[in-house]
């Protein structure tokens, strides 16, 4: 990494951008001592001010000075004292991984570090618990700096320094350490579309924000602008440095939607060169809301060639079909053939009209494979996004259990969220631990204005403590879902999107794989002809066809 502070075993290069000012002047903090360097300006066209100081260790403690005023490094490694106080040096980690090959076949388990297991430490304690419920790689939401100890992660605002609350560099290190040896994966959700609110200091430094383009959550990234070549490369080096330093398999971009970029080479297409060139087996997962392939289309068909996209209309039809609910984005959706649709061809609106958006929304993905699309029944924004954060089983209760036959078993890359597989009821809310009032009151009243009668305090430490998983194990929902997975695994260890899918009776899906083998999920009571032997049901299927159906899913062998 050519920015912030590296250690090579006897010295510490100091190196920060910072085009706005003409003096910047490093503070180091070493053995009870506070001393003040200035740092020499190596181009006055790009703004680059570095130092080399001899002794300086890990351990000791920096700042940034400028205008008089002390700042955190905009390439922090370590905040120890959190988003306000020093940063840190860190040293090198003893990994020894070496017979991690990658994530060859993803299945993917979403988890919240502190509603999952409170730190990284605690995280590591459940790697078991996860190897043997059949999972191949995690996806951790955010842990890179942000204010306070409880948060989602996505009001961050230090890019490269380790979440303090979680455990720091180390301990996120130890994780992915041993998580390669139990044969998990690790990826990172990061997030470049937009900083949060508290802590954020990076305009002092330099033109890192957009003049044009604006979010909903905080300034966006200046990409495509005057000293953009700068900004996108405090970014590009971020997403190379989880890869390299901390060893993790793959990155989920957050709403890439929100990444503006006119430039004519993209960022998501820098980004995604420079990780493979890192480690070619690296996973890139977008997350987008625009149902546009080019995310994930090769570049001679000039896409920006990420590995995968989510899918929310999987998610959106599946959900609208099992709750009824109408209500925003849902209104688009509840039909049967439109899961259908999201079965066979991904997209349900890939370039037809869309009631909610009021426009023409998406566009077709043609015959791309279904290792290409990440599909989930609930994850952290669904169930968190919500106004009382209940989870799919707290809002239907037994009928929950046909999402995992359908997107478990799916042609493509499932996603779980922490908790759904043994049945969790405890909600995920939305919670915050900000320490500016100004913040906090905007914070507040806005949640007001949009929850109504839902109101619960995201700053209040209760609201986190609910959020956390119970642990209380439904052992019967949890054999269920580890017995999908053997079978996705070892029945449907594919990607091949040439399935065969077929309405019956106006309520039941069948989804034929691999000519034999049949997903059956029924929404009401019907009747069904076909010759078949059940090899996993919910209760109330039948062990054999034909017969009545009740409300449930099975898989079975067609005869």
Known sequence: MDIGANFDGKSTF??????????VFLVL???GERKVIKMELEDEERGYFSVEVDNAKPGDMYTYMIGGKEYPDPASRFQPEGVHGKSQIIGDFSWDDYNWKGIDFPIIYELHVGTFGGDFEGVKRKLDYLKELGVTAIELMPVHQFAGNRN??????????????????QKLKELVNEAHKKGLGVILDVVYNHVGPEGNYLSVFGPYFSTRYKTPWGPIFNFDEAYSDEVRHYVVQNAVYWIKEYHVDGLR???VHSIFDNSPKHILEEIRDAVKEANPKALLIAESDLNDPRI???????????????SDDFHHSLHALLTGERDSYYADFGEITQLAKAIKDVFVYDGVYSKFRKKTHGRQVG????????????????????????????LVGEKALIAPFLYILSPYIPMIFMGEEYGETNPFLFFTDFSDPEIIKGLREGRKRELGEYYYDPQDYSTFEKSKLSWKLDERILSLYKELIRLRKELFNDFSRNVDVKIEGKACIIIRRKEKYLVIACFSKTHLDLKAKSIITTVGMPSSLPGEVSVGAGVYEEL
């Not at 100091?14 to 003096?23: I, S, T």
């Not at 994930?296 to 989510?310: F, H, M, N, S």
């Open 14 to 23: 100091f190196r920060v951008w910072a085009p706005y000012n003409k003096e």
């Open 29 to 31: 903090y070493k053995d």
């Open 152 to 169: 989602w992660g996505y009001d961050g605002v230090l890019l490269y320094a380790v979440q303090n609350s979680y455990g720091g560099p």
């Open 253 to 255: 971009l957050d709403a």
């Open 296 to 310: 994930i289309l090769p570049k001679d068909k000039c896409g920006y060639c990420i590995d995968a996209q989510w």
């Open 367 to 394: 015959n791309l494979p279904g290792n290409k699309f990440v599909v989930y029944a609930q994850n952290h924004d669904q169930v968190g996004n919500r106004k009382d954060g209940k989870r799919l089983i707290s």
